[in-house]
Protein backbone atom coordinates (compact mmCIF):
# COMPACT_ATOMS: atom_id res chain seq x y z
CA UNK A 1 0.00 0.00 0.00
CA UNK A 2 1.31 3.46 -1.08
CA UNK A 3 1.79 6.31 1.46
CA UNK A 4 0.04 9.80 0.66
CA UNK A 5 2.50 12.35 -0.37
CA UNK A 6 5.65 9.67 -0.61
CA UNK A 7 7.51 9.45 -3.52
CA UNK A 8 7.80 5.78 -4.48
CA UNK A 9 11.17 4.21 -3.14
CA UNK A 10 11.96 7.38 -0.63
CA UNK A 11 12.96 6.69 2.97
CA UNK A 12 12.33 10.94 4.22
CA UNK A 13 9.80 12.23 6.25
CA UNK A 14 7.05 14.39 4.65
CA UNK A 15 6.65 18.02 5.26
CA UNK A 16 3.83 16.74 7.52
CA UNK A 17 5.59 14.49 9.47
CA UNK A 18 8.82 17.12 10.10
CA UNK A 19 6.25 19.89 11.12
CA UNK A 20 4.39 17.59 14.15
CA UNK A 21 7.88 16.71 15.44
CA UNK A 22 8.89 20.20 15.50
CA UNK A 23 5.66 21.02 17.13
CA UNK A 24 5.91 18.47 19.62
CA UNK A 25 10.12 20.06 20.21
CA UNK A 26 8.94 23.06 21.06
CA UNK A 27 6.18 22.36 23.46
CA UNK A 28 8.48 20.43 25.22
CA UNK A 29 11.68 22.95 25.06
CA UNK A 30 8.80 25.72 26.04
CA UNK A 31 7.66 23.61 28.83
CA UNK A 32 11.71 23.10 30.36
CA UNK A 33 12.12 27.02 29.64
CA UNK A 34 9.25 27.79 32.06
CA UNK A 35 10.25 24.75 34.51
CA UNK A 36 14.06 26.52 34.52
CA UNK A 37 12.19 29.91 35.12
CA UNK A 38 10.17 28.83 38.12
CA UNK A 39 13.26 26.67 39.18
CA UNK A 40 15.28 29.83 39.37
CA UNK A 41 12.67 32.57 40.96
CA UNK A 42 11.74 30.08 43.70
CA UNK A 43 15.92 29.78 44.64
CA UNK A 44 15.92 33.56 44.81
CA UNK A 45 12.57 33.54 47.08
CA UNK A 46 14.20 30.93 49.54
CA UNK A 47 17.77 32.55 49.10
CA UNK A 48 16.22 36.00 51.03
CA UNK A 49 13.73 34.38 53.62
CA UNK A 50 16.91 32.51 54.63
CA UNK A 51 18.97 35.78 54.85
CA UNK A 52 15.33 38.09 56.25
CA UNK A 53 15.82 35.16 58.73
CA UNK A 54 19.23 35.53 59.70
CA UNK A 55 18.50 38.77 59.76
CA UNK A 56 15.18 38.52 62.42
CA UNK A 57 18.22 35.96 64.39
CA UNK A 58 20.29 38.79 64.81
CA UNK A 59 18.43 41.18 66.20
CA UNK A 60 17.21 38.88 68.73
CA UNK A 61 20.71 37.71 69.36
CA UNK A 62 21.51 41.21 69.69
CA UNK A 63 18.70 41.73 72.46
CA UNK A 64 19.78 38.56 74.62
CA UNK A 65 23.52 39.76 74.22
CA UNK A 66 22.28 43.38 75.97
CA UNK A 67 22.66 43.99 79.47
CA UNK A 68 19.83 46.25 79.99
CA UNK A 69 15.95 44.83 79.35
CA UNK A 70 14.18 46.17 75.56
CA UNK A 71 11.57 48.88 76.39
CA UNK A 72 8.38 47.66 75.56
CA UNK A 73 7.17 49.04 72.14
CA UNK A 74 7.57 49.39 68.34
CA UNK A 75 11.22 50.19 66.41
CA UNK A 76 12.19 50.11 63.12
CA UNK A 77 15.93 50.05 61.25
CA UNK A 78 17.31 49.06 58.41
CA UNK A 79 20.88 46.86 58.12
CA UNK A 80 22.63 45.31 55.53
CA UNK A 81 23.34 41.92 55.26
CA UNK A 82 24.59 39.85 52.74
CA UNK A 83 24.92 42.61 50.48
CA UNK A 84 21.85 43.53 50.67
CA UNK A 85 19.64 46.02 52.22
CA UNK A 86 16.99 45.36 54.83
CA UNK A 87 14.27 46.83 56.91
CA UNK A 88 13.45 45.89 60.44
CA UNK A 89 10.57 46.07 62.29
CA UNK A 90 10.61 44.88 66.22
CA UNK A 91 7.41 44.97 68.41
CA UNK A 92 8.60 44.01 72.21
CA UNK A 93 5.63 43.23 74.43
CA UNK A 94 5.03 42.50 78.15
CA UNK A 95 3.73 38.58 78.91
CA UNK A 96 1.76 37.33 81.50
CA UNK A 97 5.25 36.44 83.61
CA UNK A 98 6.90 40.07 84.58
CA UNK A 99 10.71 38.52 83.90
CA UNK A 100 9.83 37.51 80.53
CA UNK A 101 8.76 39.76 77.10
CA UNK A 102 8.02 38.46 73.53
CA UNK A 103 9.67 40.50 70.62
CA UNK A 104 8.16 40.13 67.62
CA UNK A 105 10.65 40.98 64.01
CA UNK A 106 9.76 41.23 60.79
CA UNK A 107 12.57 42.03 57.95
CA UNK A 108 11.53 43.12 54.40
CA UNK A 109 13.48 44.28 51.49
CA UNK A 110 13.17 47.89 50.85
CA UNK A 111 10.90 48.92 48.09
CA UNK A 112 8.76 45.71 48.67
CA UNK A 113 5.80 45.15 50.83
CA UNK A 114 5.11 42.96 53.59
CA UNK A 115 8.00 41.07 55.48
CA UNK A 116 9.83 38.49 53.63
CA UNK A 117 10.10 36.62 57.22
CA UNK A 118 9.25 36.92 60.52
CA UNK A 119 10.42 35.64 63.86
CA UNK A 120 8.44 35.74 67.66
CA UNK A 121 11.09 35.01 70.07
CA UNK A 122 10.44 35.08 74.03
CA UNK A 123 13.26 37.10 76.06
CA UNK A 124 14.35 36.50 80.09
CA UNK A 125 14.90 39.50 82.14
CA UNK A 126 18.30 39.96 82.17
CA UNK A 127 20.07 39.43 85.22
CA UNK A 128 20.24 42.26 87.91
CA UNK A 129 17.59 44.57 85.56
CA UNK A 130 15.22 45.75 87.79
CA UNK A 131 12.03 47.84 85.68
Known amino acids: MKSAGRIPGSKGFTLIEVLV ?8 LGALIRAGADASANANYLRDKTFAHWVAWNLVAEQQLRLDWAPVGRS ?4 EFAGRNWNWNQ ?19 PGHTGAVASLVAYLPRPPGVRE
Open 21 to 28: ALAVITIA
Open 76 to 79: DGAT
Open 91 to 109: LVEATGDGDIRRVTVGVER
